[in-house]
Nanobody, 115 residues
Framework: QVQVVESGGGLVQAGGSLTLSCSFS????????IGWYRQSPGKQRELIAR???????NYADSAEGRFTISRDSAKNTVDLQMNSLRPDDTAVYYC?????????WGQGTQVTVSS
């Protein structure tokens, strides 16, 4: 069992920045890749950024150059630094933790970008 908790969401003006944090904990599991996803009303959940166990990262086109994902293995956290935010970044952001057995999701954190 892995517990996943996201934090750091909020309201920000267009052009501003936010840092989301994903904290996770679990016993007797091997943590693999961790990804940040988002979902807007009426849209499917989409991958924004992902970091694997070797710290290789990949980003959605919409996030490339604006968002940075990073991992602190000592603290069991993965952050998503978001810069130059736009109104279309408004969504609920979710963290997904992959293990050798299954994937675990957090409850999500709301990000609202005003124009």
């Amino acid at each position: 069992q892995v517990q996943v908790v996201e934090s750091g969401g909020g309201l920000v003006q267009a052009g501003g920045s936010l840092t989301l944090s994903c904290s996770f904990s679990g016993n007797n599991v091997r943590i693999g890749a961790i990804g940040w996803y988002r979902q807007s009303p009426g849209k499917q959940r989409e991958l924004i950024a992902r970091i694997n166990a070797g710290d290789r990262t990949n980003y959605a086109d919409s996030a490339e150059g604006r968002f940075t994902i990073s991992r602190d293995s000592a603290k069991n956290t993965v952050d998503l630094q978001m810069n130059s935010l736009r109104p279309d970044d408004t969504a609920v952001y979710y963290c997904k933790v992959e293990t050798q057995w299954m994937n675990y999701w957090g409850q999500g954190t709301q990000v609202t970008v005003s124009s």
